[in-house]
T-cell receptor, first 112, second 115 residues
Framework: KQEVTQIPAALSVPEGENLVLNCSFT??????LQWFRQDPGKGLTSLLL?????REQTSGRLNASLDKSSGRSTLYIAASQPGDSATYLC???????????FGTGTLLAVQP | DAGVTQSPTHLIKTRGQQVTLRCSPK?????VSWYQQALGQGPQFIFQ???????QRGNFPDRFSGHQFPNYSSELNVNALLLGDSALYLC??????????????FGEGSRLTVL
C-alpha cells in the first residue's frame, strides 16, 4: 500500500530564504508525482508535475526533483516571499491506479 | 478558459440528511475524480468517473455515490450524513488519453459541515 509522508509538518522562514520541502513515498512504482499549493480553506493549485522518467521540473522560483529509487521528492523554493505562505502537498499516482495518494502537507509561513 | 468549477462552496446539513455536490471539469477534460479532505489532512480519493461510469473507487462506503453526465460534469451524492462526513470535497479533472501521466486540476471545493 502506497504511503506518502511529508516532512516537516510546518516550517517558518524569514523572507528571502531558500527552502526545501521533502516528500517520501513507500512504493517506487509510480507514474508521476505532483506538487500542489493550498491556501487556507481553498482548493489545490498544481505547481509542478514530474513524470516517472524525469528527474526534475522547474517553474519560476520552484524546482522539484524526483528520485524514484529512493522514494523521495523535494520541492525547492528560491528567494521565498510572504505570498508563498500556504500548505504544500505532494501526491503520487501509482502503477495500477488512476488515483492520487497525498501526503498530509507542509504548512509554510514566510515572515516579512 | 474556465477551470474546474464546483458548487455550492459552503453548505450545512444535519445528521441523516442527504447532500449533492456538483462539478464542471476544465474545458477539454473528460474525466472527473472526487476527493474528501478532512481538516489538517491530505485529500483522500473517493472515486473517478469516465464515460459516465465509475471507473475506480477508494475506501468509502456505499453512502457515497456519483454520476457523470454526457457533458462530462459530475455530481457527488452522500446519503445518511454523519458528523464525520464534515470535510472539504474536492473535484479534479483530467484527460483520459493521458490519464496515467496527465496533470490533475482541482476546483476550489465544497465545504460541507454536518451538525
Amino acid at each position: 500500500k502506497q504511503e506518502v509522508t511529508q516532512i516537516p509538518a510546518a516550517l517558518s522562514v524569514p523572507e528571502g530564504e531558500n527552502l526545501v520541502l521533502n516528500c517520501s513515498f513507500t512504493d517506487s512504482a509510480i507514474y508521476n508525482l505532483q506538487w500542489f499549493r493550498q491556501d487556507p480553506g481553498k482548493g489545490l493549485t498544481s505547481l509542478l508535475l514530474i513524470q516517472s522518467s524525469q528527474r526534475e521540473q522547474t517553474s519560476g522560483r520552484l524546482n522539484a526533483s524526483l528520485d524514484k529509487s529512493s522514494g523521495r521528492s523535494t520541492l525547492y523554493i528560491a528567494a521565498s516571499q510572504p505570498g508563498d505562505s500556504a500548505t504544500y502537498l505532494c501526491a503520487v499516482r501509482g502503477g495500477a491506479t488512476n488515483k492520487l495518494i497525498f501526503g498530509t502537507g507542509t504548512l509554510l509561513a514566510v515572515q516579512p | 478558459d474556465a477551470g474546474v468549477t464546483q458548487s455550492p462552496t459552503h453548505l450545512i446539513k444535519t445528521r441523516g440528511q442527504q447532500v449533492t455536490l456538483r462539478c464542471s471539469p476544465k474545458s477539454g477534460h473528460d474525466t472527473v475524480s472526487w476527493y474528501q479532505q478532512a481538516l489538517g489532512q491530505g485529500p483522500q480519493f473517493i472515486f473517478q468517473y469516465y464515460e459516465e461510469e465509475e471507473r475506480q473507487r477508494g475506501n468509502f462506503p456505499d453512502r457515497f455515490s456519483g454520476h457523470q453526465f454526457p457533458n462530462y460534469s459530475s455530481e457527488l451524492n452522500v446519503n445518511a450524513l454523519l458528523l464525520g462526513d464534515s470535510a472539504l470535497y474536492l473535484c479534479a479533472s483530467s484527460l483520459v488519453q493521458i490519464r496515467n501521466t496527465g496533470e490533475l486540476f482541482f476546483g476550489e471545493g465544497s465545504r460541507l459541515t454536518v451538525l
